[in-house]
């Protein structure tokens, strides 16, 4: 039987990256989306971005069981609600989210979690999509993909907007744009107020290329009919009937607002270090299996954080390292909210906590940190 090429390629790329695949991960279809996704890129360069998601699957929020869990587990899940709808009908093997980006208390969510904490929770929803993904694609042979829908009614034109757009969900895409690759077929933005087209000139360029092709955005007064072109309107949220449609079924719910809380200063005294532009800073600890590190961490500009295990003192390269911590590139700051946390040490060995200002052209960055070390109980 002669393999196709695709088939070739996905051989190629499995064997590249076999020591890091876990068994759920390793489908046909999840291996071929990241060739889908770097068209004219060599298979070393596309393992080594593969290898990355790889071992952030492994990180101490254990990515790959996830999906397993009750929705509602973190507390953000009741004011981001589920966006599921059902299949497109249109589109073969291909599932629709309805957002509602306009509905949704992003201040709130991001004046009261870190925005680690809002990728934690996050996550949940995003590798839900993937598990229903992959089920269709074992059911059918075929590769499925998401319509994601964004409802933009509600969004209201201010600063704020533009500070959101381009800082808290510029860093929530670019990290699902780093390892959810070729999961969504179209971004369709409806409801969409005429202002709307002064930030999309403004976010456009901020976006990786494949993403920005995949972009569709309705027309201000005509989009409920021009939807049908992408879905059926049964599996459409119910809000979205007007005096001329009333065929859009599906029951949505509102998302609640967040409550205010008043943010705690904490109590300990932190830690300052300062990275110059362009620079990274790591802080190494010696560590059994068992030892915990646990962690308050705060910035005062855009930074990348981690915390990784090293195979030996010398690596340097936190993209090629285990994660214990999930890696994020870079987070807005200066930050709300502190990263806050406890991950424990799966085996012993030389953890590095990684900072990095690496994006910054000039201007150095000023970190804020109590980190300490929980030595595994000997009577445990």
């Known amino acids: 039987l002669r393999m196709s090429s695709e088939d070739l390629e996905v051989a190629e790329l499995r064997s590249l990256v076999s020591s890091h695949l876990t068994p759920y991960y390793d489908t046909h279809f999840n291996l071929l989306r990241w060739i889908q996704a770097h068209p004219g890129v060599a298979m070393e360069k596309i393992a080594e971005r593969l290898r990355h998601h790889l071992l952030y699957r492994t990180c101490s929020w254990d990515i790959d069981g996830v999906h397993e869990k009750e929705r509602g587990y973190h507390p953000i899940h009741r004011y981001w609600p589920r966006s599921v709808c059902g299949m497109s009908q249109v589109f073969p093997n291909c599932l629709v989210h309805v957002e509602q980006s306009g509905h949704v208390d992003f201040d709130g969510i991001l004046d009261n979690f870190s925005i680690a904490e809002v990728m934690r929770a996050r996550i949940f929803d995003i590798e839900e999509m993937l598990r229903d993904v992959m089920i269709i694609e074992k059911e059918t042979g075929e590769q499925a993909s998401v319509i994601y829908v964004m409802d933009a009614d509600g969004i209201e034109y201010t600063k704020k907007l533009f500070d959101l757009v381009l800082g808290s969900l510029r860093a929530l895409s670019e990290f699902m744009a780093d390892h959810y690759v070729e999961l969504v077929k179209y971004f369709v933005i409806v409801n969409v107020p ?187």
């Open 194 to 380: 005429s202002w709307a087209y002064a930030l999309w000139t403004m976010v456009k360029p901020l976006l990786p290329e494949r993403t920005r092709m995949k972009v569709r955005i309705l027309s201000t007064s005509n989009w409920r009919s021009e939807i049908r072109s992408l879905m059926d309107p049964s599996v459409g949220p119910s809000f979205w009937n007007d005096e001329n449609h009333n065929d859009f079924k599906l029951p949505m719910e509102r998302p609640p607002k967040v409550p205010q809380v008043q943010i705690t200063e904490p109590r300990e005294k932190l830690e300052k270090v300062v990275v110059k532009a362009g620079s990274v800073h790591w802080i190494e600890y010696s560590l059994e299996q068992g030892d915990a590190i646990s962690f308050l961490v705060t910035g005062n500009a855009n930074f990348g954080f981690t915390i990784v295990r090293a195979e030996g003192e010398e690596e340097e390269d936190a993209f090629a390292m285990r994660q214990i911590y999930p890696l994020f590139s870079w987070m807005p700051g200066p930050l709300k909210v502190p990263i806050e946390d406890t991950v424990i040490a799966p085996q012993s060995g030389v953890y590095k906590v990684w900072f990095s200002n690496s994006r910054a052209w000039w201007s150095s960055l000023s970190i804020q940190h109590n980190i300490k070390v929980i030595k595994k109980q000997l009577t445990d």
